[in-house]
């Protein structure tokens, strides 16, 4: 069941029955992964968990993108770099729904377990996804895409790699092109992971990978909505190529 009553009702996403699915693949696919998909498909299945803080500009930005492309360009392709479980997928989804032209989805991960979670969606909802498995920390490959989602990407890598894979995800943009870029601003975290804890680190990384930022905006919880946590604060950014 999905508690998420903003889902759109086409794309809901199956908490429960993902639950089930990473139970049994875990095990087999996530030796490396340090429990972390099981992890977040227990939380979020049993909820209630605070829907994504950018979603809803998320998607305004897809379908706003996606009314300015000139016709005739044939399937869109969006590629979706590192997908932890089904939830960026559906939110593409839900964006492109109401797109006339096809869609084809790629959906890259370092582990099976969210690339199988992603691959049961795009059943259920009639999609066209493939799915690649993929160190993200050293993307490599002849792909292409006419927009690339990066949610929190960044998180799971070391430092030394935000540079490279940012070039080499660049490099896969089509000429029209954008990267839909979004990252929680947190310092340094309790995990021992060393994060972003400003938006200006990450605009100078995001231009020395030959990207251009067209449009950035800050999205920070509403303390009133939340009890007994920090207030999420998180970046979310329209990038081009500029090469």
């Not at 972003?196 to 920070?220: C, F, K, M, W």
């Amino acid at each position: 069941m999905d508690r998420d009553p903003h889902r759109s009702r086409r794309f809901r996403e199956d908490l429960e029955a993902n639950l089930r699915l990473v139970e049994a693949l875990a095990p087999v696919h996530c030796r490396d992964c340090g429990g972390y998909h099981l992890e977040r498909a227990r939380r979020r299945a049993r909820g209630p968990t605070p829907e994504a803080l950018d979603r809803p500009e998320m998607v305004r930005l897809l379908r706003d993108w996606l009314a300015e492309r000139p016709p005739g360009q044939g399937a869109l392709a969006l590629l979706i770099a590192g997908s932890g479980d089904t939830n960026l997928l559906a939110t593409c989804a839900e964006a492109l729904d109401s797109a006339a032209t096809a869609a084809r989805y790629t959906v890259l991960d370092r582990c099976q377990t969210p690339l199988e979670l992603c691959a049961a969606f795009a059943r259920e909802h009639r999609l066209d996804v493939r799915t690649l498995r993929m160190d993200m920390a050293a993307p490599a490959g002849p792909l292409a895409a006419d927009v690339i989602v990066v949610h929190s990407l960044l998180r799971f890598l070391p430092r030394g790699a935000h540079l490279p894979t940012m070039q080499a995800l660049r490099s896969w943009l089509k000429p029209d092109g954008i990267v839909l870029f979004s990252h929680r601003l947190m310092g340094h975290g309790s995990d021992g992971r060393d994060e972003y804890g400003s938006a200006e680190p990450l605009r100078r990384l995001l231009v020395d990978a030959g990207l251009r930022i067209v449009t950035s905006q800050e999205h920070v919880e509403d303390p009133a909505l939340i009890q007994g946590r920090p207030p999420r604060h998180r970046v979310l950014m329209v990038l081009r190529s500029v090469r």
